[in-house]
């Protein structure tokens, strides 16, 4: 009875501890940066080689698990070693430091004028409590081992050449970075419009008084100097009001930017009537706007426009309105614009004396043959207003009709009438009269030899 009981008892015990045995497991994984321990967020977890879960924004991941046997566990991670370590199957936390990559960065020096490389130049990298410096060799090349995933500063100096600072951000590949050194007596003026910031090239550049040459197509000029003088700097370009100033250059200045302003250039606008005869009293408009109106001699003057395009406009009633763009580049040049006048559509109506429309009449206004009317006795033209206009009507069989026609301004439309009286046929008259004169002449020959006929008959002796 006693052997039983404890034969129970230790199956009870055993059964307890199989129970115990077999209950999961939390493990919490916490991954980080071994430099600056940021938290790596979606680092890929393998548990004895299968991919199992990537961790979270936080960096961490629960890994469950049955307890019963030691784990291998690998992080992965790009821009990072593969993290490899076998952990205790008791292990409830783990932290897991990752080590960046090595990566080779390659940083090369060239002159910037003559594309030589620089070598014996002291290239300095810092980042997160690290420095580390190499000098460039014979092809202007430093390589270093850096690592991934790291903000670079980058610190370079060579004799005589100006210093310069960059940032290289490394991500997670090797880098080739090449810089252009500039000389230590290098200057470069740039010169830019003031107002459309467009470089200029061909800007004369003087330095106290001499001229060191112009600006290229890029409106930049390259000059040495020495630094820390001061110098009196002066622009010159056409169009341009002259600049001067005058300053230290320093070691700090690499490009000198100025901006000139356009010097105004003036322009005068002539305005004629389509005979050539100045138009006073126009309205003339630029950009828009009411500049003026032109004097007794069609002129108007706009002294304040700089070099450049203009849209114009002209108006003054009774003429159409012109505009057209002008081009400023030189000093007070003349831009003439000839305005039309308006006109009204005349219509023409010719008709006889009975007041029948008389098609195929010939119009002549001032002397000018313009046309015929139709088979409505029509004929439309175009008169301009405020202008005497003398129009004549004519077809054979007809008197000619003339009228003096002005169309006054305001009127889109006219019309006119004008009454053609038939003409004798002098052609018939002609004839008949011929024929007359000849039937009278005939008649007077007939007398004449009847006459004749009496005078020659002789009375004899029996007839007396």
């Not at 009438?417 to 008649?443: M, P, Q, R, Y």
């Amino acid at each position: 009875m006693y052997s039983q009981r404890h034969r129970f008892l230790f199956a009870l015990l055993c059964v307890l501890l199989l129970c115990s045995s077999v209950q999961a497991t939390n493990l919490l994984i916490s991954v980080q940066d071994n430099i600056d321990n940021s938290s790596i967020p979606y680092a890929t977890v393998f548990l004895n080689g299968g991919n199992i879960a990537r961790t979270s924004t936080l960096g961490q991941v629960y890994l469950t698990h049955s307890g019963l046997n030691d784990l291998k566990i690998m992080v992965s991670m790009t821009g990072y070693d593969d993290w490899v370590k076998t952990v205790s199957r008791n292990e409830t936390v783990l932290l897991v430091n990752m080590s960046r990559k090595t990566l080779s960065l390659k940083v090369s020096l060239f002159d910037s004028d003559t594309l030589v490389p620089v070598s014996g130049a002291l290239v300095n990298l810092s980042a997160e409590n690290m420095t580390m410096g190499k000098q460039t060799d014979l092809s202007g090349s430093a390589l270093f081992g850096v690592r991934a995933a790291t903000l670079y500063s980058v610190d370079i100096e060579a004799a005589n050449y100006q210093p310069r600072h960059t940032t290289i951000d490394m991500a997670t590949e090797n880098r080739d970075v090449q810089y252009w050194m500039l000389p230590g007596n290098r200057f470069a003026i740039e010169i830019k419009d003031k107002d459309g910031k467009a470089l200029l090239p061909d800007a004369e550049v003087r330095i106290d008084s001499v001229l060191v040459g112009k600006t290229d197509a890029k409106g930049r000029l390259v000059i040495p100097v020495t630094r820390g003088k001061i110098y009196t700097i002066e622009i010159r370009k056409p169009g341009y009001q002259t600049y001067t100033e005058s300053r230290v250059i320093s070691d700090a200045d690499a490009i000198y930017s100025v901006e000139i302003t356009k010097a105004p250039i003036g322009a005068f606008i002539f305005v004629v009537d389509e005979n050539r005869a100045a138009i006073s009293g126009a309205d003339v408009y630029i950009n828009g706007n009411l500049l003026g109106s032109t004097n007794q001699y069609g002129r108007s003057t706009s002294p304040s426009l700089v070099s450049g395009t203009y849209p114009v406009e002209i108006r003054k009633a009774g003429y159409v309105t012109v505009s057209r763009p002008i081009q400023v580049s030189n000093v007070n040049e003349d831009y003439m614009f000839v305005m039309t006048f308006e006109h009204a559509v005349l219509t023409l109506l010719v008709k006889d004396n009975e007041q029948k429309i008389v098609p195929n009449a010939s119009i002549t206004i001032n002397g000018n043959l313009l046309g015929m009317t139709d088979e409505r006795g029509q004929f439309n033209t175009n008169l301009n207003f405020n202008t005497p206009y003398n129009i004549t009507a004519s077809k054979d069989g007809y008197n000619p009709a003339s009228i003096q026609k002005q169309v006054v301004s305001g009127n889109a439309t006219a019309t006119a009438t004008l009454n053609l009286e038939k003409s004798l046929d002098w052609g018939l008259i002609t004839v008949i009269a011929a024929g007359v004169v000849g039937i009278l002449v005939l008649f007077a020959v007939i007398r004449m030899i009847g006459h004749q006929r009496k005078r020659r008959h002789v009375p004899r002796r029996n007839e007396i």
